[in-house]
């Protein structure tokens, strides 16, 4: 998914080149100078998608991680300082035409100099702005600002609901400010995985955090049971900076399950989505009976029918288990990687 977001910044560049190369070419039309559009998407355009596909996977890949837990407008600053000097040395390496090594800096503050400077930097802003609003509000977020939500309705989901094990006896052993450091480093490793999946964070409550799919993108590649897998994953490679920092190794449990529900948004000043019916509480009632049966996740038998899971996971068969607040028992199984249970 990482690919997937250079690319998309990759186009916007070049879209943004283009709609300048057009706002230029008009310009100097109503001024009575001659202007070809398609020399002047020429100049623009080559630039645009190399700098995307060269600068997207430096932030993507480095920067982002680096920088997220800063407030926007530092990161934007580190940013202005960094394009500066890029720009500058791209300068010295590649002066224009006609510019001397003496006069570079006065090129450099000229009207044209400034120009090139405040456009990378608005549009180095705008990405940044727009990578993290998706990071705040999932692939949901274009919902969000499209109102699609608006009014009620009625959708196929999966829920994941996510919760840390002895997680009581954790918060008592390091006291409350630690132990809110720890989760939001906690949070803050879980993250990708559950993007990379296409996942939206429906809501954090204590430790616990749940996360839902449309069905088509929770069941496609089997999404929602790799976002488990990739967040336990992500937690072994990290165990050692936990034990380290907090004398512990955090352990997720997880409880899924899929159904109808009713989805739309509610409340004037901060507005959120919520998820009505059973499916939502049949989930948490799920990952509660993880720690009765030993294990670290557990799928109902409506959503196993479902995956299409392949040769690479091994399903071990639970049995019908009675859940609060339901009338008929539920099949469940536990899953897991072939090979992973060495590790």
Sequence with gaps: MRF???????VAWGVMACLTALFEHTALLVHGSSSRLMDRIDDRLPTAIIAGLLGGALYIFVLRDRWRRLPYLHAVGIMALLLLVVLLAFLIILPPDGVGTTEIL???LSYAGVSVYLYWFLLMAGTMLMVRLNDQYGSGGISYLTGFYHKPRQEMRIFMFLDMRSSTSIAERLGHTRYFELLNELFSDITDPILYSRGDIYQYVGDEISVSWSFRRGVGRQRCIRCFLDIRRKLRERAAHYQERYGLTPVFKAGFHYGPVTTGEVGLVKKERIYSGDVVNTAAHIQNQCNKHGVDNLISDDLVK???????YTLRGIGSTELKGR???????????KGAAAQ
């Design 106 to 108: 006065d090129h450099a």
């Design 327 to 337: 009338s008929q028992a539920i099949g469940l199984w536990t899953l897991e990687e």
């Design 4 to 10: 997937q977001r250079v690319l998309r910044i990759t």
């Design 306 to 312: 479902v995956l299409r899971l392949p040769p690479s």
